[in-house]
């Protein structure tokens, strides 16, 4: 059974490119364009993701998230102009789980959407996964026992070093490294050059987890003092 | 030890030397006054004190003359002596003295009749051709003296003996004096002439023949100075004896007593003393030297001692060193002007006895006195040399006086001040100054004219004339209060504008004069008011257009990079379509980003830019930056060098926004360089400020005139290459608002950027 998707913008063009691009990827798409049509369409309909522009008549974006928000547990995508962080803030405070500014890039929109729908219906909740040897972040897993990162579900294809890495993150989410300390606890040696070495393996594991490498949102820079691993 | 050797030979090279120089100037002092005040012949005094014979004494001589006169007036001593010639001596006997004026006169007369207790006013005078006496006084004369042995004497008129305590004085034959045992001393007068014999020789009194001033003995027998007719029949013998002793009188009611006839004791007494204070001299003399040589030896460490103590005297007022040392210089003016002339000021005569004192008693008052007087030279010498030692050392020591501290916290105390308070006290200060002036007129003519000011109608009237005198400054600093405060409130308005309050309408009375003023500065800053809200308003604008438009923009493009995106994944396209596909492809990405980069430039130059301040490593964010980029670096026909430092270089700003800035300066270093040429990131730190510097070689020509921070500014107009000609405008507005200071050069083709951060003294952790 195809997984049923409401697309939801007052800019008809944009929804029907949104519906081309999911439906190449085989997905269902329903389309509305204003708040109240959505509400409607998703009450008729066994919604089980949502793509919703804020800025549109009749009812705006984020009062119909949290209409909805009342009666489905569904993920739902925020997708708008505005791409200020006090926007994307604000969206994901009013129970949106993902915020994509316009204009967007469609492959990782599709990449957020398949990501979603994954955690969504095929893991089901994601507390089941909670254990000793599991360490859960976002669409992240990390098993600590076989050293294997999960990403939505997916095991990740890491090098041994890379492994090494993710495992240092994992264990100690939100903590910044500096990257000779990740050097001397990776590498296991004294630091040289460990900004060049690191860097290089940080965008290496960014582009194996990351929707958009060039913009991440597990990996980051904490610019003039190290690198961390983003809690979510 | 060899430190505490060290320290101790500069004590005592600082001791020695000082006590050298103290004892030696004040021997020389002494000497001054010594001959000064005796006058006479150098040589001659220090043989006589050193002979130790009181009999060389001038004091002797001149006693002995006494004695003979007295003795002579005694021979003639007349039963009837008519009442009018007693007043007569008194007048003659001044004259005979010579005294300088009325006052020395006076006092000699004093001291005389009281040390020595003759009256000679009523007892002893002068008849013309010779002193003359009570036949009543010559007599009690002789009880007084017979019984003191120190001078003995024989008085015979016409061969008969009046009075004598000693039978036996005569001669042999061949006129040799005979003398009792321990007596060497004997004058005899004949009634022509006196001959004295000295331990059995006789001395040449008479020389030529003539008296003078300066002849040793005041006895009759000169040419000019003949033997009165009264006494041509009368003889004399005075004999003295070698080592006089004191002879105590039965008679003790009268406390002159026992000074009356022991002048010769005194004199040797005398003579004892000095030869003992000239034996100190000599000896302190050479214990100085030796302690002066002391001092030489350790000169080096004197000095460091010396310097010691400038140290700590140059942390003294000014006023604590300069008193004492006027006070001494004073000292010394007063001893010098005893020197010029001892009556320059006769009030201050009794001062002069307090140094007189010090230099003629100082032989009778023993140790202490001594010890009293070399401290007071002491005291005097180390309050110069201090104030020398001072000056050496600090060519600047009266900079810190206790008046210019005061002087210089009540002008700072005053600058604090507004200035309409500074005005006022001013006026105030100038107000007193007149009043004082006014009054200690007005005293200093009520004295002056004291003798004529007798009306009371005057008084009154000047009275009143001086209250209004008063008056009148009074008025002057009402008056200058009123323009005070006007001059504050000017003030305060301009002060409020400078910060920035401009919305406050300030009121002036119409009549302060400084009113035009004040309404002038509201027209300006209503002026400014309106400006600045105007301003503020299409900044607010301008912001809120670029952001509308923006989304606007946003929306539509999104159509169609989803579209462009659709067709990308179409197959069956042809192929030169394809190819449109990917320029629009391209063209509409660079529209984003362009969209983003005006949007966020906007709110940077508004000033609505959020910034996260923390603490960063610039260094390493370099690094990190350059490590970011290096695929893109690598892809270049450009080499990176980079000189960072290893240790962290700690500022003060927003990590992401500054990450953007090195960014954007690599990309368009690496855009804009020419092929082959080399980037420069350097970055340098001195502990205050960090400055990292991005250098490249421009591909085109730099267009010096341009100013690259401006928005859409690029080396070429055509604008046909990939950037939104915002990046150095971005880098610049983030810059700033993280607190940097951001600047461009162009040299030539060399096209620098500057950043320089305010160093952070905290380290990361």
Known sequence: MKECILVVDDDREIVKAIALLLEKEDYLVLKAYDGMQALEMAAENPVQLMIIDVMMPKLDGLSAVMKIREQKNIPIIVLSAKSEETDKVLGLSMGADDYVAKPYNPAELAARVKSHLRRYTSLGDIHAFVSAANIVNGKLMFNGGEKVLYADGEPVKLTATETKIVDLFMHNLGRIFPAEEIYRRVWNEEAYAAENTVMVHIRRIREKIEYNPKEPEYLKVVWGIGYKMEKK | MDTKWKKNKAVIGFISWFLGISILAFNVWMLFMEFSCYGGNFKKQVETVFQEDYQNMEEFRSSISDYLNLFLAMSVADKNLPDGNRNQGEATWAEEKEMESEWDQYVYAEEYSEDYGYDYKDSYYWQGDGWRMDAAEAEEYHKDMKNERNILYRIEKEGKVLFTNEESLGFMADSVPVLPEGYNFLLYFNGEEVKIWKDGREIEIYGDGYYREKSAWYVPGYYNFPVGEAIKDSEVFIAA?????????????????????????????????????????????????????????????????????????????????????????????????????????????????????????????????????????????????????????????????????????????????????????????????????????????????????????????????????????????????????????????????????????????????????????????????????????????????????????????????????????????????????????????????????????????????????????????????????????????????????????????????????????????????????????????????????????????????????????????????????????????????????????????????????????????
């Not at chain 2, 970055?683 to 400020?689: D, F, S, V």
């Open chain 2, 241 to 765: 004896a070698k080592v006089p002793i004191i002879y105590i009188n039965n008679d003790f009611d009268r406390y002159y007593h026992v000074y009356t006839n022991d002048r010769l004791y005194d004199m040797q007494n005398n003579i004892r003393s000095r030869k003992m204070a000239y034996e100190e001299w000599i000896f302190t003399s050479v214990f100085a030297l030796a302690l002066l040589f002391t001092g030489l030896v350790f000169r080096r460490e004197r000095k460091a001692a010396e310097f010691a103590i400038a140290e700590f005297t140059g942390k003294l007022w000014y006023e604590v060193k300069l008193l004492p040392v006027l006070a001494v210089l004073g000292f010394l003016l007063l001893l010098f002007l005893r020197f010029i002339n001892d009556l320059w000021w006769m009030e201050w005569n009794y001062v002069y006895e307090y140094i007189d004192r010090f230099i003629y008693y100082r032989y009778y008052r023993g140790p202490l006195m001594q010890v009293f007087l070399y401290s007071i030279v002491f005291m005097c010498i180390l309050i110069l040399w201090l104030f020398m030692n001072d000056r050496r050392y600090h060519k600047s020591a009266w900079k810190k006086s206790l008046t210019g501290m005061v002087i210089r916290t009540c002008q700072t105390a005053s600058i604090k001040l507004p200035i309409g308070k500074r005005m006022v006290r001013q006026n105030i200060a100038i107000c007193f100054f007149i009043w004082i002036m006014c009054i200690t007129g007005f005293l200093f003519w009520i004295v002056a004219e004291e003798g004529i000011f007798m009306d009371e109608m005057e008084l009154v009237c000047y009275v009143l004339l001086e209250g209004i005198t008063l008056c009148i400054p009074f008025l002057f600093i009402k008056n200058a209060k009123k323009m005070a405060r006007a001059m504050d409130n000017l003030v305060g308005q301009i002060q409020a504008i400078h910060d920035g309050e401009l919305e406050e309408e300030r009121e002036m009375p119409e009549d302060s004069g400084l009113w035009e003023a004040v309404e002038n500065l509201n027209d300006i800053r209503n002026g400014m008011d309106k400006a600045v809200k105007e301003q503020i308003k299409s900044e607010r604008m301008k912001v809120e257009l670029v952001a509308n438009v923006s989304h606007d923009i946003k929306t539509p493009l999104t159509s169609i990079i989803s579209y462009v995106e659709l067709l990308k994944k179409e197959e069956e396209l042809p192929e030169h379509v394809k190819e449109y596909v990917d320029i629009l492809d391209s063209k509409s990405q660079r529209l984003k980003s362009m969209i983003q980069d005006v949007f966020e430039v906007s709110k940077a130059v508004s000033g609505n830019l959020p910034v996260l301040m923390e603490d960063l490593d610039l260094a390493k964010l370099l690094r990190q930056t350059i490590a970011d980029m290096e695929e893109q670096i690598e892809k270049s026909a450009i080499t990176v060098k980079t000189e960072i430092p290893g240790n962290p270089v700690i500022i003060h700003a927003d990590g992401e926004r500054m990450y953007r800035v090195f960014q954007n300066l690599i990309q368009n270093a690496l855009k804009y360089s020419l092929e082959g040429s080399r980037v420069y990131i350097t970055l340098q730190e001195n502990g205050k400020t960090a400055v990292a510097c991005v250098k490249n070689i421009s591909k085109e020509e730099l267009n010096p005139d341009i100013d690259f921070t401006e928005r859409f500014a690029r080396g070429d107009k055509s604008r046909s290459d990939g950037g939104s000609g915002l990046g150095l405008s971005i880098a610049q507005s983030f810059t700033e608002a993280c607190g940097g200071e951001f600047r461009v050069e162009a040299m030539a083709d060399l096209f620098v950027v500057t950043i320089s951060f305010v160093q952070q003294l905290s380290a990361i952790s």
